[in-house]
């Protein structure tokens, strides 16, 4: 995991740095988009893998997205970065995960998602009438044999965050409003 994170980053910063040599010429939404593109999709390609991961093991990949936040504004390298990712409407890279994984989550619900993850987790039907029965979009969380890395799968891992999720958000109409509600929530809940 740690081999995966370093490669990312290093491939970040060379993209940074590109950016950087040119960022003079650029208005800021041009900057931003080339970040979008050129870093951030690197970013999130695969960050489903990492979901469970400590915050030490996630800490390189915020830090190259603190410094494409710096590089859109030309900001110092001392300047706090929460002001910047506030501005850009992004997420933390542990948020982005999570963010990922529910939405996995409801297409699951929705029927939309592949087997091979449909497969791996399945709605909650309780034997007997609960005040959870009404809530018909909860999610069985799965078992884990190891302790260690078992908390890590998917099987375990989405069904606790889309339990967590509020009732409003379970119940979103489509993904796209899905998928913009989450984001509000995600942003509202780690900036306050």
Same mark, same amino acid.
């Given at each position: 995991?740690?081999?995966?994170?370093?490669?990312?980053? *290093?491939?970040?910063? /060379?993209?940074?740095?590109?950016?950087?040599?040119?960022?003079?010429?650029? $208005?800021?939404?041009? $900057?931003?988009?080339?970040? $979008?593109?050129?870093?951030?999709?690197?970013?999130?390609?695969? !960050?489903?893998?990492?979901?469970?991961?400590?915050?030490?093991?996630? *800490?390189?990949?915020?830090?190259?997205?603190?410094?494409?936040?710096?590089?859109? /504004?030309?900001?110092?390298?001392?300047?706090?970065?929460? %002001?910047?990712?506030?501005?850009?409407?992004?997420?933390?890279?542990?948020?982005?995960?999570?963010?990922?994984?529910?939405? &996995?989550?409801? !297409?699951?619900?929705?029927?939309?998602? %592949?087997?091979?993850? #449909?497969?791996?987790?399945?709605?909650? $039907?309780?034997?007997?009438?609960?005040?959870?029965?009404?809530?018909?979009?909860?999610?069985?969380?799965?078992?884990?044999?190891?302790?260690?890395?078992? &908390?890590?799968?998917?099987?375990?891992?989405?069904?606790?965050?889309? !339990? #967590?999720?509020?009732?409003?958000?379970?119940?979103?109409? #489509?993904?796209?409003?899905?998928? #913009? !509600?989450?984001?509000?929530?995600? /942003?509202?809940?780690?900036?306050?």
């Amino acid at each position: 995991m740690k081999q995966h994170i370093k490669k990312v980053c *290093q491939t970040c910063y /060379f993209e940074i740095r590109r950016i950087g040599s040119i960022r003079k010429f650029l $208005t800021v939404d041009a $900057t931003k988009t080339l970040v $979008t593109s050129c870093i951030l999709s690197r970013l999130d390609y695969c !960050n489903s893998l990492l979901i469970g991961c400590p915050d030490s093991t996630l *800490q390189p990949l915020q830090k190259v997205q603190h410094s494409a936040a710096r590089l859109i /504004f030309r900001a110092q390298h001392r300047q706090p970065c929460t %002001p910047l990712m506030k501005e850009l409407h992004w997420l933390p890279v542990s948020e982005r995960i999570r963010y990922k994984a529910a939405c &996995f989550c409801y !297409n699951i619900i929705s029927e939309s998602a %592949p087997a091979y993850l #449909s497969e791996l987790v399945s709605l909650y $039907t309780p034997s007997r009438t609960l005040r959870s029965s009404d809530d018909a979009r909860l999610l069985r969380q799965g078992r884990f044999k190891r302790k260690a890395h078992g &908390f890590r799968t998917f099987s375990y891992y989405g069904p606790q965050l889309w !339990n #967590s999720l509020p009732f409003q958000l379970r119940h979103s109409p #489509s993904i796209s409003s899905f998928k #913009s !509600n989450l984001k509000t929530h995600l /942003f509202q809940q780690h900036y306050g």
